[in-house]
């Protein structure tokens, strides 16, 4: 069962048949579908953009293949690192000077001196440099050109040893093949870059040096502390080994996002209807955005690549008696940021000082930037998925709808529309000029671009012209809610029955066209004011006539049908005569009700509101058609209050309107049924509910109280039609309202008045 936020079906009968309905709203399974491609995608990249940066390059490739070595003395970088190493205590033992290594000054021995000072308390490399059998440099005792796997701690598996002309290995008491066929190969990671090759020889500088170094298994970090300058580390073997578990870590991790990712593009292709439903509710959220703002959204992203942050060439840290201090003014050596021999020296990185420089790259620079910066090209990916290629798939003529839409106004009719819409569309277009001026020169204050005078005019030309439209639309607008004030003045005015007073604008103004149809629709409104005033008069008067002429007949009529009845005619003219007395007295009673719907329905019915008692006026209806209700054979079942309640009525009207509900009721109820009248005070009203049962088919659809209407279109039972019809309209001039309700053979006439305190 698919668990929505919203409703998105409905349904609709057909007949007798339910026919779904699909309405707007996302469900639980659309949006899954939309995220799941969404994330899938941006996982795909961010784990995409790490291999690629990984297996790219010969040396990332050979970082994931020493990651997953399960001992880091047998990596590459562990290889690196001692000939590294090995390279620094040869130069030293055989006395030459470190200024290639980042030193610069003093005599040689000083800056061996000083490296030795360095290095000394790490313990996690071992070294021991002697000179014709002299020890010139050792950070443990005991450790010589003598020293053997056999002779020295377990915990210290690695052991290299320089004899003056080439190098010796041992891992794990086993000594290892270095120098294989005799030539070392820049190409073939394997091998160890030391001297003893045939064509990488030792030379004569070190023949009488040699060089002892011992790795501990596990490395730990060994600190001294100099409480004068900050505390010193070197650790380089052990910063070395958690890189190797960092990265570890880092690959199975990217490789756990990229499986996710695929798991879930692979959902999104089972949610692909559902997915497309979320793209069209997204499209539906986009759409009401201006497409302005949706291009700066896709090319300022892009356009803020050009502006990245690049280290400075070099940096300068100092040593001081012997500890290495980079608060240091003066400058006892330097290196250069581009090489490694840095992080060889000191170990930690830390001490690599960085001043940013921002520099604006070429596009080549800025596609390898690209590359560099995964976040960057998932946002970028949102974007553009979002604001571009969804946006554009579901929604028509996208730019149609912002400043260029406002500045088109192709699909509105009237002028003022139009005017308005330009207006508005300037009014955008400037505001955008303004915004684009302050990033542009935000970012040529990030790129220290120097602003030259072209500069300072190519930008000012487009603020000043900005800055001049909005001036003018503030001033439309002021004229514009002025003349709204005048309309909006006069509406009321027409709303108040004054439509003798026509206001006109100068031609030039947005509301002119308005103002004038404005006072057209006055005219017009007067002129059928006069003319149903005259209608109404006449109708009246018609009525009045006709009335007149009809009932001076009928009169005659009457009364010569009387004298007829008193003549005791034989059968069958005396029953003729009875049947045109009642034919007549119908006509009469039919010309009285015509006569009266005309007059309440032209509001020329003459009311006399007064302050009356509802059931004092009921009862006496009730008494007075007491024989009617007695020969009727019905049952009445009568709840009326004891105490009075007061409305403000016309009471011989409101006598008409209880007197045809209940002869209604008399006519056309089932025989022998029960006939229930209530009165009830309710909120402030007094309602009288009159409810029979009908002795023919109600028809629900029937308006009742509609003139000439009756119930059963067979009935031949004398009546017009007009009761109801009577007893709503003059409810109506008393100030209540008559409803009735049909409900299979039930009649429910309901009449409401609001009490009189």
């Known amino acids: 069962m698919d668990t929505k936020w919203k409703n998105t079906t409905d349904t609709q009968t057909n007949g007798s048949a339910p026919v779904p309905v699909r309405k707007k709203g996302l469900t639980l399974r659309a949006a899954a579908g939309l995220l799941s491609f969404l994330l899938g995608v941006l996982l795909l990249i961010e784990s995409g953009f790490y291999f690629w940066a990984q297996l790219s390059s010969s040396k990332g490739r050979q970082d994931v293949r020493d990651c997953f070595q399960t001992d880091y003395q047998l990596t590459y970088a562990f290889r690196q690192d001692i000939a590294a190493n090995l390279e620094v205590l040869l130069n030293m033992g055989a006395g030459g000077p470190l200024n290639f290594y980042g030193f610069n000054g003093g005599t040689p021995a000083q800056q061996a001196k000083r490296l030795h000072q360095l290095w000394a308390p ?8 002697s000179k014709n059998g002299e020890v010139l440099y050792t950070n443990r005792s005991g450790l010589t050109d003598k020293t053997t796997p056999s002779n020295f701690p377990k915990e210290y598996s690695f052991l290299l040893q320089f004899d003056g002309t080439k190098v010796s290995i041992w891992k794990n008491g086993q000594q290892l093949d270095i120098y294989k066929n005799g030539y070392y190969d820049f190409d073939n990671p394997d091998q160890w870059y030391v001297p003893g090759y045939r064509n990488f020889a030792a030379g004569p500088a070190l023949a009488d040096v040699r060089v002892t170094m011992a790795a501990l298994d ?5 600190i001294q502390g100099n409480y ?36 879930l593009l692979v959902a999104s292709r089972f949610l692909r209807q559902d997915k497309v439903r979320a793209d069209r509710a997204l499209a539906r959220v986009t759409g009401k955005m201006w497409f302005e703002w949706k291009l700066l959204l896709l090319v300022l992203p892009l356009v803020s690549l050009f502006l990245v942050d690049a280290p400075t060439s070099s940096a300068t840290v100092t040593l001081s008696d012997g500890v290495l201090d980079a608060a240091s003014s003066s400058s006892a050596f330097t290196y250069e940021t581009s090489s490694d021999v840095a992080t060889i020296l000191y170990g930690e990185p830390s001490f690599v000082y960085d001043v940013p420089e921002t520099v604006l790259y070429s596009p080549p620079i800025l596609l390898q930037q690209i590359l560099d910066h995964p976040g960057a090209v998932m946002l970028l990916f949102l974007l553009w998925y979002v604001f571009g290629v ?41 505001f955008m000029v303004l915004l684009l001026e302050f990033v542009c020169f935000y970012g040529m204050l990030c790129a220290n671009i120097e602003f030259t005078p072209i500069f300072h005019v190519a930008a000012l030309l487009p603020c000043a012209a ?50 004038e149809d404005l006072n057209h629709i006055q005219q017009g409104i007067h002129q059928a004011v006069e003319e149903r005033t005259q209608s109404e008069r006449m109708k009246v008067e018609l009525i009045t006539n006709v009335s007149h ?17 008193q003549e005791h005619l034989d059968p069958p003219a005396g029953e003729y005569v009875a049947i045109l007395g009642q034919k007549a007295q119908r006509l009469k009673a039919m010309v009285q009700d015509v006569f009266e719907v005309s007059k309440a329905s032209s509001g020329q019915l003459p009311v006399k509101l007064e302050r009356l008692d509802l059931v004092r006026l009921l009862r006496q209806t009730l008494a007075d058609q007491d024989e009617a ?105 008393c100030g209540g309202v008559l409803d009735i309700r049909t409900q299979a053979d039930l009649f429910t006439a309901r009449v409401s008045f609001p009490v009189e305190m």
Request: proline fraction near 3%; glycine fraction near 6%; charged fraction near 20%.
């Open 122 to 129: 790490d313990q996690n490399l071992l070294y021991s440099v």
């Open 218 to 222: 596990t490395p730990k970090v060994f």
């Open 228 to 263: 004068r300058s900050g505390s010193v580390q070197y650790n380089r073997l052990y910063y070395l080994q958690k890189e190797q578990a960092d990265l570890r870590t880092q690959f199975y991790t990217q490789a756990s996002i990229l499986a996710v990712g695929v798991l």
């Open 390 to 430: 969804n946006d554009w798939r579901y929604q028509k003529r996208p730019w149609s709808h912002g400043i260029c839409g406002m500045l088109a106004a192709r699909q509105l009719k009237r002028p003022i529309q139009k005017r308005l819409s330009r207006m508005a569309g300037l009014m955008g277009a400037a």
């Open 466 to 515: 900005a800055l001049a439209v909005l001036v003018w639309s503030l001033l439309r607008q002021n004229r514009l809610w002025t003349d709204l004030g005048l309309l909006s003045d006069r509406l009321a005015a027409v709303r108040a029955g004054d439509l003798s007073h026509p206001v006109s604008l100068p031609e030039q103004h947005d509301l002119h066209q308005t103002m």
């Open 549 to 565: 002429d009809l009932k001076t007949p009928l009169t005659s009529i009457i009364s010569y049908t009387e004298l007829l009845e």
């Open 629 to 733: 209700i007695q020969d009727s054979g019905l049952v009445f079942r009568l709840s009326i209050p004891e105490s009075p309640i007061y409305i403000r009525a016309d009471s011989e009207r409101l006598y008409r309107v209880f007197q045809n509900l209940i002869s209604n009721a008399l006519r056309y109820s089932l025989s022998g049924s029960r006939v229930y009248l209530t009165m009830e005070q309710q909120d402030g009203q007094v309602v009288t509910v009159l409810q029979n049962t009908s002795a023919t088919e109600l028809n629900a659809h029937t308006d009742y109280l509609a003139r000439f209407v009756r119930g059963d279109e067979s009935r031949t039972d004398g009546g017009s039609g007009l009761g109801l019809s009577i007893a709503s309209s003059f409810t109506q001039v």
